[in-house]
Structures are given as structure tokens and as C-alpha cells.
């Protein structure tokens, strides 16, 4: 099993720009997790997904968007970069049924630069 | 609004010596993991634990929940410099219905000199 990919690992925007983190795991989660993670502050929560079809919003959501088409692949959207989304973006999978979840497993994480 | 707090933020300490990180959180869970993380690197899940008065050893390292007291410990024994890494307790606010949301502490930073 590959885990958790993330993709690109790193990616540079210019401010107001758009763009994609891809993130796919291939051990049949259905819980998945965006954090990003900023100096002296941890990861925080942005957006979740209990499995296909539903998401769910986090701590800090605002300007993310996320969808669930597949239990594979939850990709984050960047709908206008902005300098304060500078950070490094992880995603996270774990096994849940019937409510009880399980420890996340993170992918390798996405280094972001918006200029 | 849960709030996970680590102390000491920074740790400097000699290879041999013994120390242990808190872990204190502000809204009843049972439900609580450490993660090492590698300048870099992604996080590494260390322990999971699940019930009050868990206690988790893996080598040098072991961790431990209280929850009435809502707080952590992860204790180091006789550290070795491979021991140096930023160290998250992650608290998890598990609903049945909307899933696990975990909450991290600001982390600790661990030195082990020679």
C-alpha cells in the first residue's frame, strides 16, 4: 500500500491565483482530513469527510473548498490564494465503522508559498 | 472550544537524563494521541490512547491518560539524541455522527545533546 499521497510537494502562487492539492489513499478510509500547519501553532482542522458525498467544515475553513466524489481522493481547493495561506497542508485517512475511529495517518504534506 | 495545551514548549536535555511532557486539554475526551514529527517530515503516530488510566511504553517513551484531570503525560527515559523531534498530543472530540476532529497542542520541541 502507497498510504497517503499528497501531491505537489511543493507549489509556489502568486496572490489571487487558484489551484488543486491532490490528496488519495488506497487503504479504503472513509474518514479523510485536511490540517495545515503554521509555526508554533500545531495542525488545524480545515475541512473533513466521513466518507463519499459528505464534508464537513473544520476549525478554519474560510477560503477552502473541498469535495468527496470517491473514497480514494479528497482534493483541497485554494479558491483565491491569499499570503496567509502560506503554511504546509497535510492530509489525513483513517478507518472508521459504526463511529469509532481510529488513529489518522498523514500523507507527506504540501508546501504552499503565496506571494 | 477545546483547547490543547503543551508544556514545556522547549526542551533541551542531556542524553540519560529522564523528563516527561504535559498534555492538558480544556473539554472531556477519552480519546488522545501523540505524534512525533521530523524536521520536514510528516507526523509519525506514536500512541493512541482510548480509556482513562491508559498507559502506552514503546521503547524509551511512555505515555499516559488522566481524564478526569483532562491531561497527558509522555515520559522519557534515559533520552538519546535519536529522541530529538517535535512531539504533538492530539485530542480528539470523536461524535458519532460528524466523525473525529482532532485538536493539537502548539507542540513540544525536544533537544537531546550529548
Known amino acids: 500500500n502507497a498510504g497517503v499521497t499528497q501531491t505537489p510537494k511543493f507549489q509556489v502562487l502568486k496572490t489571487g491565483q487558484s489551484m488543486t492539492l491532490q490528496c488519495a489513499q488506497d487503504?479504503?478510509?472513509?474518514?479523510m482530513s485536511w490540517y495545515r500547519q503554521d509555526p508554533g501553532m500545531g495542525l488545524r482542522l480545515i475541512h473533513y469527510?466521513?466518507?463519499?458525498?459528505?464534508?464537513d467544515q473544520g476549525e478554519v475553513p474560510n477560503g477552502y473548498n473541498v469535495s468527496r466524489s470517491t473514497t480514494e481522493d479528497f482534493p483541497l481547493r485554494l479558491l483565491s490564494a491569499a499570503p496567509s495561506q502560506t503554511s504546509v497542508y497535510f492530509c489525513?485517512?483513517?478507518?472508521?465503522?459504526?463511529?469509532?475511529?481510529?488513529?489518522?495517518?498523514f500523507g507527506p504534506g504540501t508546501r504552499l508559498t503565496v506571494l | 472550544e477545546l483547547k490543547v495545551e503543551q508544556n514545556p514548549l522547549f526542551l533541551s536535555m542531556q542524553e540519560g537524563k529522564n523528563y516527561t511532557i504535559y498534555c492538558n486539554y480544556s473539554t472531556t475526551s477519552d480519546r488522545l494521541y501523540w505524534y512525533r514529527q521530523d524536521p520536514g517530515k510528516s507526523l509519525e503516530s506514536l500512541f493512541v490512547?482510548?480509556?482513562?488510566?491508559a498507559v502506552k511504553q514503546e521503547g524509551r517513551l511512555m505515555a499516559s491518560l488522566d481524564t478526569k484531570a483532562r491531561l497527558s503525560t509522555l515520559h522519557i527515559t534515559a533520552a538519546v539524541h535519536d529522541l530529538s523531534a517535535t512531539y504533538f498530543c492530539?485530542?480528539?472530540?470523536?461524535?458519532?455522527?460528524?466523525?473525529?476532529?482532532?485538536?493539537f497542542g502548539e507542540g513540544t520541541q525536544l533537544t537531546v545533546n550529548p
Open positions: 492530539a485530542v480528539d472530540l470523536l461524535k458519532e455522527t460528524s466523525g473525529s476532529r482532532l485538536t
Open positions: 489525513a485517512s483513517s478507518y472508521s465503522r459504526g463511529g469509532s475511529y481510529n488513529e489518522q495517518f
Open positions: 487503504m479504503n478510509h472513509e474518514y
Open positions: 490512547l482510548l480509556s482513562n488510566g
Open positions: 469527510s466521513v466518507g463519499a458525498g459528505i464534508t
